[in-house]
C-alpha cells in the first residue's frame, strides 16, 4: 500500500492567520486530490493536481504538488472560521489498474474567531 | 444539493440485529465505494464496485455485504451487528476511468450498544 503521511495532524489557529498542511509519501502519485471534510459531513473535493511542480489557487487556498509528485502542500491565507474541518489528501493507486484512491490520515484544522 | 444520499444519518442498535444502510446517487456513475471512518485514522476501504452485478471487498476485512442491482444503488448489510462495527460509514461514486474525484455522502453514524 502507498502511504500517504499528513502533518500536522492538527493545528489550531486564530482567524487571519495563515497556515501550511502537508501530504508526504515515499511513492509516486500521477494525481493528488485534497478534500475537505466538516463535522457529520463527508469529505469533498477541493482541488486535483497532476503535473509535477504544480500549483493551483482556489480563493485563499493555494495547492502545490512536488516535482517528484510524492509530496502536495495545501496553504491557507488569512484563515477564517469556515475554513475549519479536516483536510484529507488522497492518490490513486499505481497498482491498481482501476484507480482506487488511496487516502491519509487527515489534518484536523480549528480556526477560532 | 447531495448528489448521492446515505441513510440513516445515525443509527444506534442491539447487538445481533441485522441492519442495511442505504446509498443511493443520482450521477450515473459506475463506480461506488464504502468506507469505514474511525477518529485519527484513515479512510479504510471495505467494499467497492465496478458496475452493476460488480462487488469486491476492499482492504479492510469486514463482516458485512454488498450489492449491485442497479446502477443508482448500493446498500450495504450487516447480518449481525457486534460493538466493534461501532464507526462512521462514508458512500462514495466516481466516475469510471483513473483521476476522477470521489462524491461522498454524507455518512451513517453507527452505534452497537
Known amino acids: 500500500t502507498q502511504l500517504l503521511e499528513q502533518s500536522p495532524q492538527f493545528l489550531s489557529i486564530q482567524e487571519g492567520e495563515n497556515l501550511t498542511v502537508y501530504c508526504n509519501s515515499s511513492?509516486?502519485?500521477?494525481?493528488l486530490q485534497w478534500y475537505r471534510q466538516e463535522p457529520g459531513e463527508g469529505p469533498v473535493l477541493l482541488v486535483t493536481v497532476v503535473t509535477g511542480g504544480e500549483v493551483k489557487k482556489l480563493k485563499r487556498l493555494t495547492f502545490q504538488f512536488g516535482d517528484a509528485r510524492k509530496d502536495s502542500s495545501l496553504h491557507i491565507t488569512a484563515a477564517q472560521p469556515g475554513d475549519t474541518g479536516l483536510y484529507l489528501c488522497a492518490g490513486p493507486r499505481t497498482t491498481d489498474s482501476w484507480g482506487k484512491l488511496q487516502f491519509g490520515a487527515g489534518t484536523q484544522v480549528v480556526v477560532t474567531p | 444539493e447531495a448528489d448521492i444520499y446515505q441513510t440513516p444519518r445515525y443509527l444506534v442498535i442491539g447487538t445481533g440485529k441485522k441492519i442495511t444502510l442505504e446509498c443511493s446517487q443520482t450521477m450515473g456513475h459506475d463506480k461506488m465505494y464504502w468506507y469505514q471512518q474511525d477518529p485519527g485514522m484513515e479512510l479504510h476501504l471495505i467494499h467497492y464496485s465496478y458496475g452493476v452485478n460488480s462487488t469486491e471487498k476492499g482492504d479492510l476485512s469486514s463482516e458485512s455485504t454488498v450489492s449491485r442491482i442497479r446502477t443508482e444503488h448500493f446498500p450495504l448489510t450487516l447480518e449481525s451487528a457486534r460493538p466493534s462495527h461501532t464507526s462512521q460509514y462514508l458512500c462514495?461514486?466516481?466516475?469510471?476511468?483513473?483521476?476522477?474525484?470521489?462524491?461522498f455522502g454524507s455518512g451513517t453514524r453507527l452505534t452497537v450498544v
Open positions: 511513492s509516486v502519485f500521477s494525481s
Open positions: 462514495a461514486s466516481s466516475e469510471s476511468g483513473k483521476g476522477y474525484g470521489y462524491t
